[in-house]
């Protein structure tokens, strides 16, 4: 069974600080890695996607791939607190096409 | 340009009935998965449409079943509901296989 890790958290970050989030996945072979927001009672939006291994930018998110570990991270610069939801990792396996998603990472933001 | 759109958005039936639920995908995508998210956990992958042809399932019983249509459109069909498939049911769609798929509202399914 493929599987994604994450620490449920929750993370509590002040406002202006720092988040980061990890995702740790057993598949060796897989080939594209996602972020999703999720709030309370919604639908998980995309925030992030990464294919190679480095840091990819997007305003004040960048996600980190390092495929030799296995691990895929998160940082959200300058906290906000309508960053406060549960992040969601996700990963497309080598052998098929259908994300595989942790069980994401609360995170709470104080003003 | 319309995002996934699904529905209904809220449903409420009766242990041993059927419900079907409805997508259709994002502009320009042809492909539409299923899933199904408990309270407090991840989407779990129910099954994947790519040319009206059922690519790749889950490990979900056969009482889930699925359609999709020409127009990519696709539709997820449960029967016999059991207490435990009260959940929010999600659709996403997306283009190339790989690629960044993209989720609809939900469907928020209750059974009594």
């Known amino acids: 069974q493929k599987e994604v890790e994450q620490n449920s958290g929750p993370l509590s970050v002040p406002e202006g600080a720092i988040a980061s989030l990890n995702c740790t996945y057993s598949d060796r072979g897989s080939q594209s890695f996602f972020w999703y927001r999720q709030y309370s009672g919604k639908s998980p939006e995309l925030i992030m996607s990464?294919?190679?291994?480095g840091d990819k930018e997007d305003g004040r998110f960048t996600a980190q791939l390092n495929k030799a570990s296995q691990y895929v991270s998160l940082l959200i610069r300058d906290s906000q607190p309508s960053d406060s939801a549960t992040y969601l990792c996700?990963?497309?396996?080598?052998?098929?096409?259908?994300?595989?998603f942790g069980k994401g990472t609360t995170l709470s933001v104080s003003s | 340009d319309a995002g996934v759109t699904q529905s209904p958005t809220h449903l409420i039936k009766t242990r041993g009935q059927q419900v079907t639920l409805r997508c259709s995908p994002k502009?320009?995508?042809?492909?539409v998965s299923w899933y199904q998210q408990a309270l407090g956990q991840g989407p779990q992958f129910i099954f994947q449409?790519?040319?009206?042809?059922?690519?790749q399932r889950g490990n979900f019983p056969d009482r889930f079943s699925g359609h999709q249509f020409p127009n990519y459109s696709s539709e997820l069909n449960v029967n016999a509901l059991l207490l435990g498939d009260s959940a929010l049911y999600l659709c996403?769609?997306?283009?190339?296989?790989?690629?960044?798929?993209?989720f609809g509202q939900g469907t928020r399914l209750t059974v009594v």
């Open positions: 996700a990963v497309v396996g080598q052998a098929g096409t259908a994300l595989i």
């Open positions: 996403a769609s997306s283009g190339q296989q790989g690629t960044e798929a993209f």
């Open positions: 502009s320009g995508h042809d492909t």
């Open positions: 990464i294919y190679s291994n």
């Open positions: 449409y790519y040319e009206e042809e059922e690519r």
